[in-house]
């Protein structure tokens, strides 16, 4: 895939996703794909700048599965991490909610469980501060938090095996 694709994939989907959850209401934002080794994307609201990691298209040895067989899943987990950061956008863009170093707040959730339900995805909670993680013990490891959303939110199996399940 080179990058006149890559840039003809994320323009498509941001049109398709935006038609389907925003009500074609989000701006076209730039679209660019980076090196970044710490997330799998990010959106800036002072630029309207959204951004890709660039090896997700190619498969790297944590994240996702390198090879032709697992192109699909790989294009399903891109379009993931856009429509998250297509939320982020939107609450700023759309509805207005500054951004606050609270980034994936209940507002963000809200967004998401609203996407989750249409589409029968696992719901998901604000991120909590550390101490109040720490108070909640083993409750910790049932629930999931918006910040990873929606990966962990899909059926499993969603991405065809070509998700490793690695975070970073
Ligand atoms: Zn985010």
Not at 36 to 51: E, M, Q, R
């Amino acid at each position: 895939m080179d990058y006149s694709s890559k840039e003809w994939f994320l323009t498509e989907r941001f049109k398709d996703l935006n038609r389907r959850f925003f009500d074609g209401k989000l701006v076209m934002s730039t679209l660019l794909t980076d090196g970044s080794i710490n997330c799998f994307g990010w959106y800036t609201p002072k630029y309207d700048f959204l951004c890709i990691r660039d090896n997700l298209f190619t498969g790297d040895d944590k994240t996702l599965r390198t090879g032709d067989h697992y192109q699909l899943g790989r294009l399903e987990f891109i379009q993931n991490v856009l429509i998250h950061e297509m939320v982020h956008s939107y609450l700023y863009n759309v509805k207005k909610i500054p951004c606050t170093p609270d980034f994936h707040g209940k507002d963000f959730a809200a967004e998401c469980n609203r996407i989750n339900q249409r589409l029968g995805w696992r719901e998901v909670i604000p991120r909590p501060q550390f101490r109040t993680m720490m108070s909640m013990g083993d409750a910790f490891n049932h629930l999931l938090f918006c910040d990873y959303w929606p990966h962990e939110s899909v059926p499993s199996g969603y991405y065809g095996g070509a998700f490793l399940g690695e975070y970073r």
